[in-house]
């Protein structure tokens, strides 16, 4: 068998049969969600204008969340030895890694998200919208995220430093998918122009990532 | 860590790695695959493959045993062959020579320490790889179970395989040339940042 | 039989399978009454032929809370009296409390949409209602992380504890605070406002929507006994081979 595809595989059977699997994020998200009005008040119409926003940052903590565990948990059992001996290039097992917490965490995400909407008074093309910008912009999360998930491998207290290194780099996702999502309901940009914009940073996520976090789990083997 | 140190190794042959605690028998092991920098020397496989490195045609059996609990004992092995390029699905004669035949679908977590030591030996023998690096092999292993590995180690050596075993452990295995790490000069380690 | 004789996961068993069968079909005869008087109920001036979502939402909203409340029951079998299929009950309840907790807040949803002009609002039944829902699936993720069953029982009775407190938030939120949600009709001091035409439909409903918590109920007890028994056998086959 193909040793990415394998790798691939493994990482998605794990992540669905350990703990709540993908639940556990959606129940985060739900969460989070839950706690805005309580913050700013029951306001319908504040919280229709604010709900793209709230969705994406509570998308993003989500995602965050399962982040911690995508090296740490090989590093622990001894199969990161064993992954740097193997023959495929560790770049591409590493971005196997991504698609498999990708397709596993984000994916529940973007299918909860337009029902949690509800909850924010989103009309259905700011649904339709903020939905688009999550399927688009949510591989960008995972495959920033794994760099600081790769940099703080060997440490114990990981999360914080991890959250700490990789929400600065988020941000530009961040602003393009509200926009995106934003310019959908509200005018005057066209919905075109953020949108391609947070395209462009997905792919270029999906190249600068894998290498990023390959040629820190290099490092922090030594 | 150490300094002064050079051995050769030939095809068939096995090098056993001995010293007191803390002299240095894993980072040796290490320090082949290249987990541990090397600063003055190096390390080759004469008439190995030259498009890959040295751990990329060795089998490495650490402290750990890289299973994952939520996943079936075939579903480990089947894993790790196929992510180490082996080209069948079946591993049940590998699981039969290691005694887990039985419990090839029970999840992996289940296992006793000796059982998971046992799967991860069928790993090398799953995938033919020319250099075996045991760090100590035998440890949470039965007496026949033991007895089992030195018979993989001795089918390995007559293919033509080399070993290098870390370890405290009379292995019994005929032939093998010892390395005393407590006779080899100790060098000062930077410390870490 | 005595009560005792329930402390043991055989005889449970036992006695499971032979009430599952007779309750699940006391449970539809019921169910179909309570159907038949809820479609022969007068339908509201206003809303029309709607108001019967009632049927449906305020059953299902009392449930949620029995099930908490069965959930509390049992933590505290765990935790003080240590009987042994405590924690099983408990294990057994959060799925299906939390499935009726769900269906309250969906058919409040659908039959509130048209009135409000939302799907939802932030008041405080409706928001304590929420609570309760995530309060559930906080104790089922808890279930389902934690490795070990007994000490996953003893995270979750301490929680199912603390969050007994929003039972009479939910119960009291229309009194206390201003909300969308029309206040207690039912179970109120001095009476209930509700016509006996209504009323009589909805209290069958409400018994057939119990019964079918027993049931259900019963039946998870039964397969959480014995999952817990394919893990013991998978123990001892690991053990067996050498």
Known sequence: MNPLAAILIRDMRIAIR?????????????????LVPFAVGPDLALLKRIGPAILWLAALLASLLALDRLFTADHEDGSLDLILMGRAPLELVVAMKGIAHWLTTGLPLIIAAPLIGLFLNLDPPAEAALALTLLVGTPALTFIGMIGAAIAVTLRRG???????????????LIFGVAAAN????GPVPFGTPFTILCALTLASIVVGPFAAAAALRQEME | MFSGLGFAVASGEALIVTGRNGAGKSSLLRMIIGFVQIAHGRIELEDGDPELTVAEQAHYLGHQ??????LSVSENLRFWAGFLDADRTDFRPELDAVGLNELADLPAAYLSAGQRRRLSIARLLAVKRPLWLLDEPTSTLDASAQERLVGFMHTHLKEGGIILAATHATLGLSGAKELRLDNIQPVAVEAAP | MPVTDLAN????LALANRLIPWLGALTLIVFAYGIDRAMLAPDDYQQGATVKIMFLHVPSAWLGMLGWGVMTVAALGTLVWRHPLADVAA??????GAAFTLLCLVTGSLWGRPEWGTYWVWDARLTSELILLLL??????VWRTVEDPSRAARAVAVLTLVGAVDLPIIKFSVDWWNTLHQGSSVFRLGGSTIDPSILMPLFVMAI?????FVTLQLAAMRNEILRRRVRTLRLMQASAVS
């Open chain 1, 18 to 34: 350990v703990g709540g699997g993908a639940l556990m994020g959606v129940l985060f998200f739900l969460v989070v969600v839950t």
């Open chain 3, 136 to 141: 559930y699936l906080g104790v089922i993720a």
């Open chain 2, 65 to 70: 045993d890289a299973l994952k609990p939520s």
């Open chain 3, 9 to 12: 996961p055989t005889r449970f």
């Open chain 3, 208 to 212: 057939a929507f119990t019964l079918l």
């Open chain 3, 91 to 96: 294990k057994a309840a959060a799925p299906i």
């Open chain 1, 183 to 186: 310019a959908a309901v509200v």
């Open chain 1, 159 to 173: 999360g914080l430093l991890l959250a700490v290194i990789v929400l600065p780099l988020t941000v530009p996702v």
